[in-house]
């Protein structure tokens, strides 16, 4: 019989949160240059409460199980994987889902080692946030020392670590929009946070931008609202500017769209994912982020105590910063 463990199960496969319950499913073995790693802490995201909702279309080969990203420590190493990695090491890693439990298989490059002066909660929070956002920001927008960045949904997971990482590659001016006045508190008061704010219900981001810049415009936008900012993201852009969308929050339809400024201000707009992409991309994304950026990281954290404190859903806006679970409550007493 094979050896089974715990992790946090939908029942039916889908439903509210009264599904969610923590029950025993097969364990994994790695196979030819995998890892298996003992969970513990994994992050909470958007896309975990889409999917248990049944409203997030997995990858194909993607596990069931709830948990893109998480820490812990190497339990088992398959055949093939480089000496680098042995039993004991300290790890954070990103996933295409799995990780709602006590064991995660994944390819040994989508670990990265885990930061000693991050907690196991904190250092859990990293991959998925950071890396889509390092993704959007550094390798795709191509943020360059002293470019103004305007960043949407700022007091979000992948919002704070735009910031923070706008903040890191030398940005002049970094504007964060929200939903309201404590949020825009934060993400100002926060350690590297957004250098202006704006609350995107009250004020025209596209004028207030346009003040703190002088009149330039800003030449990168992370947008992961959709239709509802698309034309005041437009009229924000200054000339060559660039813009990432990375979500659809508020529609995918633009009724009418002038495009001429994209030809007279050069204008170069690229959508992104990240759980969907190659095995080799994440490979990469991964390398370059842990060269450049991982050991700048430091961080804070809170908990929840049982499956039922997962969020029953996050509507835009309602809230800052992200949650982390504490795997080690998986283990048997």
């Not at 019989?1 to 992790?7: C, F, I, L, N, Q």
């Not at 219900?201 to 002088?214: A, H, L, P």
Request: proline share 6%; aromatic share 6%; with cysteine.
């Amino acid at each position: 019989m094979a050896p089974s463990m715990r992790a946090v199960i939908v029942k039916d496969g889908k439903g509210p949160l009264e599904n969610l319950y923590i029950g025993e499913i097969e364990r994994p073995s790695p196979r030819h240059g995998e890892v298996l790693v003992k969970i513990k802490a994994f992050g909470l995201n958007r896309m975990d409460i889409l999917q248990r909702e049944g409203k997030y279309p997995l990858p194909p080969g993607a596990p069931e199980t709830l948990g893109v990203e998480f820490s812990g420590t190497i339990s088992e190493v398959g055949e093939g994987c480089k000496p680098m990695w042995k039993v004991g090491d300290a790890v954070i890693g990103l996933a295409s889902g799995g990780a709602y439990a006590e064991y995660i298989r994944l390819p040994q490059a989508n670990l990265m080692r885990k930061p000693p002066q991050l907690s196991w909660e904190e250092a859990a929070s990293i991959p998925e946030n950071f890396l889509l956002a390092y993704q959007a920001l550094i390798l795709i927008a191509q943020l360059r020392k002293g470019d103004d960045v305007l960043i949407h949904a700022g007091a979000s997971g992948v919002g704070i670590a735009a910031i923070q990482l706008a903040r890191l590659y030398g940005a002049n001016t970094i504007t964060a929009t929200t939903s309201s006045k404590e949020k825009i508190d934060f993400v100002l008061q926060m350690p590297n946070g957004a250098t202006h704010g704006v609350n995107y219900k009250t004020q025209d981001f596209s004028e207030e931008v346009k003040k703190i810049t002088g009149g330039k415009g800003v030449d990168v936008v992370i947008d992961f609202v959709g239709q509802s900012h698309w034309h005041k993201n437009i009229a924000s852009l200054a000339r060559d500017g660039r813009m990432v969308l990375l979500g659809l929050l508020s529609g995918n339809i633009v009724k009418e769209f002038d495009i001429g400024p994209l030809l007279y201000k050069r204008l170069r707009i690229e959508g992104t994912t990240l759980r969907s992409r190659s095995e080799s991309y994440q490979a990469d994304l991964i390398a370059k982020f842990q060269d450049n950026v991982l050991d700048e990281i430091t961080g804070e954290q809170w908990e929840w105590e049982d499956p039922h404190q997962h969020p029953r859903g996050v509507p835009l806006g309602e809230n800052p910063g992200r949650a982390q679970d504490n795997g080690e409550r998986f283990e048997r007493r």
